[in-house]
T-cell receptor
């Protein structure tokens, strides 16, 4: 597709359930990023992949959060045993390289609500 | 440590008036600086970026920003606001070369 695609757009889960959020980056983009955006806040960095390698996961808030990109294209962000504080918009971005000569292109996000 | 402060969570301007959105940063090394715009229920779109070189940066939709190292600022301006400019604006920096550190955002309201 022409842009970064995220699915689902909206996800409602009960506290304690596991959820999986999908990101389809722009074809050929080497770098992939996940950000968490709480209501009324700016996005916060979660993790960064270059191809299939997860080079930085320092922003993941707890060991309940796990991200993967096994074939260097599609990525999944998984949250186990969800808590109410996990409610946020999760944004995925991709770029042609890891630097800033090429900008990060963002998807429309997945809005996660934990009841 | 690096951080971004956006002054004013809400800014209201009249259509045709000057837009000024303020951003100050703190960084121990020369930063890369960015402005992004976010429309409701959408992702972020890059308006402009400063990496090196010319300190006055021109972006899309008539926006520009000036990097002022002495003031640690990177304010966003547009000479004449349009109704379609109403959105959330985020200033961001990076000194890692990849991850972006965003401010809390400024909501721009444009009145007729």
């Amino acid at each position: 597709g022409a842009g970064v695609s995220q699915s689902p757009r909206y996800k409602v889960a009960k506290r304690g359930q596991d959820v999986a959020l999908r990101c389809d980056p722009i074809s050929g983009h080497v770098s992939l990023f996940w950000y968490q955006q709480a209501l009324g806040q700016g996005p916060e960095f979660l993790t960064y992949f270059q191809n299939e390698a997860q080079l930085d996961k320092s922003g993941l808030p707890s060991d309940r959060f796990f991200a993967e990109r096994p074939e260097g294209s599609v990525s999944t962000l998984k949250i186990q045993r969800t808590q109410q504080e996990d409610s946020a918009v999760y944004l995925c971005a991709s770029s042609g390289d890891g630097g800033f000569e090429q900008p990060q292109h963002f998807g429309d996000g997945t809005r996660l609500s934990i009841l | 440590a690096q951080s971004v402060t956006q002054l004013g969570s809400h800014v209201s301007v009249s259509e045709g008036a000057l837009v000024l959105l303020r951003c100050n940063y703190s960084s121990s090394v020369p930063p890369y600086l960015f402005w992004y715009v976010q429309y409701p229920n959408q992702g972020l779109q890059l308006l402009l970026k400063y990496t090196t070189g010319a300190t006055l940066v021109k972006g899309i939709n008539g926006f520009e920003a000036e990097f002022k190292k002495s003031e640690t600022s990177f304010h966003l301006t547009k000479p004449s606001a349009h109704m379609s400019d109403a959105a959330e604006y985020f200033c961001a920096l990076s000194n890692s070369g990849y991850a972006l550190n965003f401010g809390k955002g400024t909501s721009l309201l444009v009145t007729p």
